[in-house]
């Protein structure tokens, strides 16, 4: 009796979770899908669903070149600031990864620190700052307030690399009379690069879709494609967004299948 | 960096190859948000009269006050939204074989990694008056105006939790993974059913996931600028809306100063708080 009784209890648990697991992971995948379907519309309102299907909005989307222009700011952006967050992040990692010591850790705090800080007030603070020292505002600031807010993605998922790296095998390398950049170069990097690309591949996607540091720090010339695509939003719901929005989403989706494939993202972001 | 001390020792690295980075931060980092607490402490716009006038201003009016409150009131019911919806996922994450865990984990990677101005777009088009939403009801003969969605509490809410899930449901997948299941299985066949269970072991044990998921949801929430603006329109405003006004619009720097230490101030405090929280748990947990 009571083995019957547990399992319809067992059953009605299972249930309530199993379905709000399963709304949960509708709400999360629902917009996307909307806004693609919405995005082959013939018609000019974002009605779904849409009136009719066609590429019309695709085709006005390859001729906005104003949103080209702001695409090509933004890859250019995320490209340099991803470039510097590996270099300056991959070293700190190094550094601070095997490291017990007070300071490594105050570094560490340190480095992770505008994951959690509003990114709008560093914004502003940092407009304040070059303002004050006389440096105008340009795509070189921009670069710079960018590094700052997507390094802690490469320092992060490299110390994590390093940690699963077996101290062993360097000191291996050390008995066996390889020098410390030898080791380096054909031991650790080789080891610790899904980690690397990893780290980068998130720091080039949260670059390419900062609107708070860019706010502040671009100028006037230098449009970025989220605050124009803002900008858009705030004025009339253009179609051309929605079109934009789906070459958007499919591009990540290419991203994300070959990181999973090089990298193995998933695995990465969940231990 | 050819400084590195303690040659003997080959699995670490110096400290000097961290240097690069951290003067970076000095300067482009740590010194611009000293620069920006220094100006908070003026009372003119061109920073010459020192004072507390800027955070007397905040604190006695009852405008920036309400601002302040709803941010943080937001980041609350995003968190608690989130956690209701993400746990779930985490949980049946935990029951599915491989391949539904990578289809699982790719859902929940995904919304994280595309843009926010996207994500938010969709939640227009899905909450306006024309929207997914509207459109059903009014096609089910249940309502005869559409409701207003768009530009709501609710609205915002709503949108948030879905962009911010990622953030909620990526630890707790990684605390549920943590904990051993044959806890799960004695704690049944000692008689305890499935949501005692689920309360009594399961829940306290992934209290370091939980606050970690928590941590992360509120402090993106209360800064999420893009998502807040686009569906909360102009007559809800929030923070980070608020110093963006006073710092662009009106130039009124030194108030956006104060307005940003202030937020900075909130964030932290609310981090430290889940942070206690954390070391606290891991205690209970018994690791």
Redesign the interface.
């Known amino acids: 009796m009571s083995g019957r009784k547990r399992t319809l209890e067992a059953i009605s648990f299972e249930l309530v979770m199993t379905v709000i697991a399963v709304i949960a992971l509708l709400i999360i995948i629902a917009p996307s899908l909307v806004v693609l379907i919405v995005s082959f519309t013939s018609g000019f309102s974002l009605r779904f669903p849409p009136p009719g299907y066609s590429l019309r909005w695709y085709v006005e989307l390859w001729n906005a070149w104003q949103l080209h222009f702001a695409a090509k700011n933004s890859l250019i952006v995320a490209l340099w600031a991803t470039g510097l967050s590996v270099v300056l992040g991959v070293a700190a990692a190094l550094a601070i990864s095997r490291s017990r010591t007070l300071s490594a850790r105050l570094l560490d705090s340190l480095f992770m620190s505008p994951l959690v800080l509003p990114a709008l007030a560093f914004g502003l603070a940092a407009l304040m700052l070059f303002s004050l020292v006389g440096l105008p505002v340009s795509p070189l600031t921009l670069v710079i307030g960018h590094t700052v807010v997507c390094v802690p993605y490469v320092v992060r998922n490299t110390v994590a690399a390093l940690a699963q790296l077996e101290p062993t095998l360097l000191e291996s390398s050390a008995v066996l009379g390889a020098s410390r950049l030898y080791t380096f170069r054909r031991i650790v990097l080789p080891l610790i690069r899904p980690g690397i690309i990893a780290g980068a591949f998130i720091a080039f996607m949260s670059s390419f879709d900062n609107v708070p540091v860019s706010l502040f720090l671009r100028d006037a010339a230098t449009d970025m494609l989220p605050i124009r695509m803002w900008q858009d939003l705030e004025g009339k719901l253009d179609v051309t967004i929605a079109a934009l929005s789906g070459v958007l989403i499919i591009a990540t989706i290419a991203l994300v299948a070959v990181m999973e494939r090089v990298t193995g993202l998933s695995r990465r972001l969940t231990n | 960096?050819g400084a590195a001390p303690a040659a003997r020792d080959?699995?670490?690295?110096?400290?000097?190859?961290?240097a690069?980075?951290?003067l970076?931060?000095l300067v482009?980092?740590?010194?611009?948000?000293l620069?920006?607490f220094w100006?908070s402490l003026h009372n003119d716009t061109a920073g010459l009269h020192w004072g507390l006038g800027q955070y007397l201003h905040f604190l006695t009016d009852p405008f920036s006050l309400g601002v302040l409150g709803s941010t943080l009131l937001l980041g609350a019911e995003v968190t608690a939204v989130c956690l209701?919806?993400?746990f779930?996922?985490a949980?049946?994450y935990q029951r599915v074989g491989p391949k539904l865990q990578?289809v699982?984990?790719?859902?929940?990677?995904?919304?994280l990694?595309?843009?926010?101005?996207?994500?938010?777009?969709?939640?227009?088009?899905?909450l306006?008056r024309?929207?997914?939403i509207n459109?059903t009801l009014q096609s089910l003969g249940l309502i005869d105006t559409p409701l207003k969605l768009l530009y709501t509490q609710f609205g915002v809410v709503i949108a948030l939790?879905?962009v911010q899930?990622?953030l909620m449901t990526?630890p707790l997948?990684?605390a549920l993974?943590r904990i051993d299941p044959n806890l799960d299985d004695a704690s049944?066949s000692l008689?305890a059913?499935?949501?005692r269970t689920?309360f009594r072991i399961v829940l306290p044990l992934s209290l370091p996931g939980v606050i970690a998921g928590c941590?992360?949801t509120y402090?993106a929430s209360?800064?999420a600028?893009?998502t807040q603006?686009?569906i909360g329109g102009g007559q809800m405003l929030f923070?980070?809306m608020y110093?963006?006004q006073q710092?662009?619009t009106l130039q009124n720097?030194p108030f956006?100063?104060a307005i940003?230490?202030i937020?900075?101030l909130a964030?932290?405090a609310v981090?430290s708080v889940f942070t206690t929280l954390g070391r606290m748990s891991r205690g209970y947990g018994g690791a």
């Open positions: 960096m080959v699995t670490s690295y110096g400290m000097g190859l961290a690069p980075l951290a970076f931060f482009f980092f740590v010194a611009p948000l620069q920006l100006l209701v919806l993400g779930p996922i949980w049946l990578t699982i984990i790719l859902i929940v990677l995904l919304p990694l595309t843009s926010v101005v996207v994500r938010t777009f969709a939640w227009i088009v899905i306006g024309q929207g997914i459109a939790a879905q899930m990622p990526l997948i990684t993974g049944c008689g059913g499935s949501w689920f941590t992360l402090a209360i800064t600028f893009i603006s686009l923070m980070p110093l963006y710092a662009s720097w956006a100063a940003s230490i937020f900075l964030v932290l981090v």
